[in-house]
């Protein structure tokens, strides 16, 4: 693991600028798979003499993988995505000041951070692909943006890069800058996106305004597969942090937990795991969002959570709509950074390293028919929503060895949507070993 930590967590500035062939060991490849695989990752640690302290604020870097079954050897290309922000930072030999998860070292003076939401550098998409539709190829996003950003158009073939931005009229530029890293495909066979915008307000800590929660559905299949059209607006007082949400052929679900925006802190440039705050005393509030924009809302209420990740979202035979999701059960008001784990600092050292665990639950919901339901004029306060309880599914081995960690669910995209049986998972401290090092791909 020190060798994968080290791997991790040092730059490494490299580009393959054409396809490079990978040697297959034990026989040429399965027939079956082929196909192109991407990756979006964090690559660039520091720029002159100032360091990032966050693996997850690394400069991003696109790899593809391509596979051609049993016809010839697969191949990898690598370039870094050519961002605003990379490209200041090295003409400048400085980090450029920009949204991030953790600060830097040396620290920015308070000026310098204070501008940090509004330097017009938050392009670092390092998270996660996504396919809009043919007409837009290949987009990479993370959780911020610039003002109005969608993400970064991506060549699917030379791995280039190119800034765009989303073209509605309703956006409010200054106001949306976090969207979910995790749109999602809509499994109805249109291939159109379903994503998340939340619209702040720096308003609402007065208690006379509101944020937001809009929903919005693009189109793959027309002229212009980037341009969204509104679904449906919730209103709420406090803004919670959102990485992903779950998809239906007819529904979404957002999981709205009591890990919220400290919006203050972070329009001042305040890295984002110094921004959230955790209000233990207030329940997740689920919505049930139908992807009818004319059809209402149902909400509900669960014992407080905040996830990362959604798995998958299907409908059972009698009406209730299923959702699967990697759940964080211990933020505590002390301790409201579930990406704590991931800091540079102790993820570099193994002792510090493995004296933090990660504590992860799969669990499973169910949202029964008959849920208040409120139209978007009304607002949604959650007052009223009926509890909803979950069952746990146990990180348990074939040979009954438990861990109490696991994150990055993925399952057979086929089944997004429907009742599906296997979701696979990384486990680190595999089996309840405290070492890092000790690590699995859990098939559950």
């Given at each position: 693991?020190?060798?994968?930590?080290?791997?991790?967590?040092?730059?490494?500035?490299?580009?393959?600028?054409?396809?490079?062939?990978?040697?297959?060991?034990?026989?040429?490849?399965?027939?079956?798979?082929?196909?192109?695989?991407?990756?979006?990752?964090?690559?660039?640690?520091?720029?002159?003499?100032?360091?990032?302290?966050?693996?997850?604020?690394?400069?991003?870097?696109?790899?593809?993988?391509?596979?051609?079954?049993?016809?010839?050897?697969?191949?990898?290309?690598?370039?870094?995505?050519?961002?605003?922000?990379?490209?200041?930072?090295?003409?400048?030999?400085?980090?450029?000041?920009?949204?991030?998860?953790?600060?830097?070292?040396?620290?920015?003076?308070?000026?310098?951070?204070?501008?940090?939401?509004?330097?017009?550098?938050?392009?670092?998409?390092?998270?996660?692909?996504?396919?809009?539709?043919?007409?837009?190829?290949?987009?990479?996003?993370?959780?911020?943006?610039?003002?109005?950003a969608a993400g970064a158009r991506i060549d699917a073939d030379t791995l280039q890069s190119s800034s765009f931005k989303w073209r509605d009229s309703w956006a409010v530029p200054i106001s949306d800058r976090i969207s979910p890293a995790h749109p999602r495909t809509v499994p109805d066979g249109s291939g159109d996106t379903v994503g998340l915008i939340t619209r702040l307000n720096p308003l609402a800590a007065s208690g006379l305004m509101e944020h937001s929660l809009i929903l919005y559905r693009t189109n793959a299949s027309s002229a212009d597969p980037l341009a969204r059209r509104v679904l449906h607006t919730v209103k709420v007082k406090q803004l919670p942090y959102v990485?992903?949400?779950?998809?239906?052929?007819?529904?979404?679900?957002?999981?709205?937990?009591?890990?919220?925006?400290?919006?203050?802190?972070?329009?001042?440039?305040?890295?984002?795991?110094?921004?959230?705050?955790?209000?233990?005393?207030?329940?997740?509030?689920?919505?049930?969002?139908?992807?009818?924009?004319?059809?209402?809302?149902?909400?509900?209420?669960?014992?407080?959570?905040?996830?990362?990740?959604?798995?998958?979202?299907?409908?059972?035979?009698?009406?209730?709509?299923?959702?699967?999701?990697?759940?964080?059960?211990?933020?505590?008001?002390?301790?409201?950074?579930?990406?704590?784990?991931?800091?540079?600092?102790?993820?570099?050292?193994?002792?510090?390293?493995?004296?933090?665990?990660?504590?992860?639950?799969?669990?499973?919901?169910?949202?029964?028919?008959?849920?208040?339901?409120?139209?978007?004029?009304?607002?949604?306060?959650?007052?009223?929503?009926?509890?909803?309880?979950?069952?746990?599914?146990?990180?348990?081995?074939?040979?009954?060895?438990?861990?109490?960690?696991?994150?990055?669910?993925?399952?057979?995209?086929?089944?997004?949507?429907?009742?599906?049986?296997?979701?696979?998972?990384?486990?680190?401290?595999?089996?309840?070993?405290?070492?890092?090092?000790?690590?699995?791909?859990?098939?559950?």
């Amino acid at each position: 693991m020190d060798a994968l930590a080290r791997a991790w967590t040092t730059s490494a500035w490299a580009e393959l600028s054409h396809e490079v062939p990978l040697n297959v060991s034990g026989g040429p490849l399965p027939a079956w798979l082929d196909g192109q695989y991407f990756l979006a990752t964090a690559s660039g640690f520091e720029v002159g003499s100032r360091n990032l302290t966050h693996l997850f604020d690394g400069f991003s870097k696109l790899v593809r993988w391509r596979f051609a079954g049993d016809a010839g050897p697969p191949t990898v290309r690598a370039r870094l995505l050519q961002s605003e922000w990379l490209d200041r930072s090295r003409k400048k030999d400085d980090i450029v000041p920009t949204s991030t998860v953790g600060g830097v070292l040396p620290p920015f003076s308070a000026l310098a951070r204070a501008s940090s939401p509004w330097t017009g550098c938050t392009d670092n998409f390092n998270v996660a692909f996504h396919d809009f539709g043919a007409g837009a190829s290949a987009v990479v996003l993370s959780d911020v943006g610039d003002p109005g950003a969608a993400g970064a158009r991506i060549d699917a073939d030379t791995l280039q890069s190119s800034s765009f931005k989303w073209r509605d009229s309703w956006a409010v530029p200054i106001s949306d800058r976090i969207s979910p890293a995790h749109p999602r495909t809509v499994p109805d066979g249109s291939g159109d996106t379903v994503g998340l915008i939340t619209r702040l307000n720096p308003l609402a800590a007065s208690g006379l305004m509101e944020h937001s929660l809009i929903l919005y559905r693009t189109n793959a299949s027309s002229a212009d597969p980037l341009a969204r059209r509104v679904l449906h607006t919730v209103k709420v007082k406090q803004l919670p942090y959102v990485h992903s949400i779950g998809i239906t052929p007819t529904h979404a679900v957002i999981c709205a937990g009591p890990l919220h925006w400290d919006v203050g802190k972070l329009l001042l440039g305040t890295p984002a795991s110094k921004a959230w705050a955790w209000d233990e005393d207030t329940p997740t509030t689920i919505y049930k969002l139908p992807l009818d924009p004319s059809a209402a809302i149902d909400t509900y209420e669960a014992a407080p959570f905040f996830s990362f990740h959604h798995v998958n979202a299907w409908h059972e035979p009698n009406g209730t709509l299923s959702f699967d999701l990697v759940v964080n059960p211990n933020l505590t008001a002390a301790r409201a950074n579930p990406a704590a784990p991931f800091e540079l600092g102790s993820f570099r050292e193994p002792s510090e390293r493995d004296a933090v665990r990660l504590y992860t639950e799969l669990r499973r919901y169910a949202l029964p028919e008959g849920a208040v339901s409120a139209r978007r004029a009304t607002g949604l306060s959650g007052a009223g929503s009926p509890p909803v309880s979950y069952r746990t599914l146990p990180l348990v081995d074939g040979k009954g060895r438990i861990s109490t960690g696991a994150e990055l669910p993925t399952f057979n995209s086929a089944y997004i949507g429907r009742s599906y049986c296997y979701a696979y998972l990384w486990a680190p401290q595999y089996g309840g070993d405290p070492r890092w090092s000790q690590m699995a791909l859990l098939k559950k």
